[in-house]
């Protein structure tokens, strides 16, 4: 990229990022430590700078067991060179990492925490994250927990991710009744073909409370790229079980859709997904993740993609919900 990519305030948080986060759930999983450092440099040296990952990242993996993302981003930044200083690098607790190793509660929280900033070299994490909601602790004690760290400077801000309007005001809400942290991001799963979770309550909730929105499958797991188009393109894939789920015509119109916005702008339909992403309203930087150089040299560049409201018209109407399919 020649031109380094604007900046957007994440929600009441004091930092400002670049319109898209490097999802590191590839880190230890399809991308080993030295293509992670390759890729790593490529995309804060372009003037990208938030990095998001997750305590339990990758131990979906044979022979993992969680923390492999976050180890593999701390070798990273030990390195020096300024890395910790250029990024804005968020994690997340709460997701099972073994026997008594999981949730919300206020114990936990300050145990996972020290074991995240082992791993990931550093002494503060920019932006905590809630990775799910967890009902069997009062969102008071998690917040309260989440005061000492910030207090002690081992956390800057918090954020939730997987919540639901309901979960997420009722937070917001405590936070403001009690005068404590709240959170001040949203991370939903959230693209063009992924919705009706997002779009409607919760979107108007971070929208009326200031919420910065970093939706992560931004790409549906790759779909959206179009490298998938039928069930012979899934064979040997790792995201295989997630992606053929998209395979049903209105993904398939979705991609004509995306084909046909790329051809105008001469963009792929990976940067026009993205850029998509981008220009909706309330969204801060959607998450995206890449396991080569031109791959994320590809996604970058739809940060500089503007899309008119033709073009997202023409997505919206292919990506509207199906009522009844046409059956041949």
């Given at each position: 990229?020649?031109?380094?990519?604007e900046?957007?305030?994440?929600?009441?948080?004091?930092?400002?990022?670049?319109?898209?986060?490097?999802?590191?759930?590839?880190?230890?999983?399809?991308?080993?430590?030295?293509?992670?450092?390759?890729?790593?440099?490529?995309?804060?040296?372009?003037?990208?700078?938030?990095?998001?990952?997750?305590?339990?990242?990758?131990?979906?993996?044979e022979?993992?067991k969680?923390?492999?993302?976050e180890?593999?981003?701390?070798?990273?930044?030990?390195?020096?060179?300024?890395?910790?200083?250029?990024?804005?690098?968020?994690?997340?607790?709460?997701?099972?990492m073994?026997?008594?190793?999981?949730?919300?509660?206020?114990?936990?929280?300050?145990?996972a925490?020290?074991?995240?900033?082992?791993?990931?070299?550093?002494?503060?994490?920019?932006?905590?994250?809630?990775?799910?909601?967890?009902?069997?602790?009062?969102?008071?004690?998690?917040?309260?927990?989440?005061?000492?760290?910030?207090q002690?400077?081992?956390?800057?801000?918090?954020?939730?991710?997987?919540?639901?309007?309901?979960?997420?005001?009722?937070?917001?809400?405590?936070?403001?009744?009690?005068?404590?942290?709240?959170?001040?991001?949203?991370?939903?799963?959230y693209?063009?073909?992924?919705?009706?979770d997002?779009?409607?309550?919760?979107?108007?909730?971070?929208?009326?409370?200031?919420?910065?929105?970093?939706?992560?499958?931004?790409?549906?797991?790759?779909?959206?790229?179009?490298?998938?188009?039928?069930?012979?393109?899934?064979?040997?894939?790792?995201?295989?079980?997630?992606?053929?789920?998209?395979?049903?015509?209105?993904g398939l119109?979705?991609?004509?859709?995306l084909?046909?916005?790329?051809?105008?702008?001469?963009?792929?339909?990976?940067?026009?997904a993205?850029?998509?992403?981008?220009a909706?309203?309330?969204?801060?930087?959607?998450?995206?993740?890449?396991?080569?150089?031109?791959q994320?040299?590809?996604?970058?560049?739809?940060?500089?993609?503007?899309?008119?409201?033709?073009?997202?018209?023409?997505?919206d109407?292919?990506?509207?919900?199906?009522?009844?399919?046409?059956?041949?």
């Open positions: 990229m020649t031109d380094m990519p900046r957007r305030p994440l929600g009441g948080t004091p930092f400002t990022i670049a319109p898209l986060i490097f999802g590191g759930n590839v880190f230890g999983w399809t991308a080993d430590e030295a293509t992670s450092f390759a890729l790593l440099d490529r995309f804060v040296d372009a003037g990208f700078n938030a990095i998001d990952t997750a305590d339990v990242y990758s131990g979906w993996i022979g993992n969680g923390g492999e993302s180890t593999i981003i701390g070798n990273w930044l030990a390195q020096g060179g300024g890395r910790r200083d250029r990024i804005v690098l968020a994690t997340k607790v709460g997701m099972e073994g026997p008594d190793r999981k949730g919300l509660a206020r114990g936990y929280i300050l145990r925490v020290e074991d995240s900033l082992r791993r990931l070299r550093t002494d503060r994490i920019d932006l905590y994250q809630s990775h799910q909601a967890d009902d069997t602790v009062p969102i008071e004690e998690t917040l309260r927990a989440y005061e000492d760290l910030i002690s400077g081992k956390v800057r801000a918090i954020g939730a991710s997987n919540y639901e309007a309901a979960a997420l005001a009722e937070a917001l809400d405590v936070s403001e009744g009690q005068g404590l942290p709240r959170y001040e991001a949203l991370q939903p799963w693209n063009l073909y992924d919705r009706s997002y779009e409607g309550e919760t979107e108007r909730l971070c929208e009326a409370r200031g919420l910065g929105v970093i939706p992560y499958f931004g790409l549906a797991s790759g779909f959206l790229s179009g490298k998938y188009r039928s069930e012979a393109d899934l064979a040997g894939r790792p995201r295989a079980y997630r992606v053929k789920n998209y395979l049903n015509p209105r119109r979705i991609l004509d859709a084909d046909a916005v790329g051809a105008e702008l001469n963009a792929s339909d990976a940067q026009v993205l850029a998509w992403l981008m909706r309203p309330g969204i801060t930087a959607p998450i995206a993740s890449a396991t080569s150089i031109a994320l040299d590809e996604l970058m560049e739809a940060a500089a993609l503007k899309l008119d409201a033709a073009h997202i018209a023409r997505l109407e292919a990506a509207a919900p199906v009522t009844e399919e046409v059956r041949s």
